[in-house]
């Protein structure tokens, strides 16, 4: 009951603040003559997994720097579309149009490739 009451009284709080604060959203055909966001903005998305400039790379992150860039787009796409599962990146790749993947594919694929830092897989002593 008490539960009940609590729902029912935030909510009318939040109704409260929802009218009270007029939010305006600019729509979408207002940007259709912006210029195109670049590969490297759009790989910015990617730096907090994959490392800035897709560099950061351990067993269970792959790397994106250097990748073969018509792989990089099959990949995306195949994410995108669901029909590669995946536990993070079908809901990444989701919102990415085929021409935005094609302008990170452009810009990953031309960043050099990193070494692999580790010549075992396990730890040293
Ligand atoms: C929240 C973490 C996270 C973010 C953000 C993220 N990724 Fe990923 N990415 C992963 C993981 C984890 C995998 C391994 C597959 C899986 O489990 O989803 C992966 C796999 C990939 C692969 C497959 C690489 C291979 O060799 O198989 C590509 C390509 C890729 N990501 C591209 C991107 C791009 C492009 C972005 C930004 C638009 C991005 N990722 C953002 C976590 C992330």
């Given amino acids: 009951m008490k539960r009940i009451l609590l729902t029912v009284l935030s ?4 109704q409260g603040w929802a009218d009270s604060a ?5 729509p979408a055909e207002a940007f259709a003559k912006d210029k195109p966001v670049s590969g490297q903005v759009l790989g910015d998305n990617c730096s907090a997994c994959h490392g800035t400039h897709g560099a950061f790379f351990n067993e269970i992150m792959p790397p994106l720097a250097g990748m073969d ?3 990089f787009i099959r990949l995306m796409l195949a994410f995108k579309q669901g029909v590669r599962p995946t536990i993070v990146m079908n ?3 989701k919102p990415y149009s085929r021409e935005e993947i094609e302008r990170m ?8 490739a990193q070494p692999w830092s580790r010549q075992t897989l396990h730890e040293e002593k």
């Fill in 69 to 71: 860039r018509d792989t």
């Fill in 11 to 14: 909510c009318i709080a939040c």
């Fill in 91 to 93: 809901d990444v790749a």
């Fill in 105 to 112: 594919a452009d810009y990953f694929s031309n960043l050099p």
């Fill in 22 to 26: 007029v939010i305006e959203f600019t």
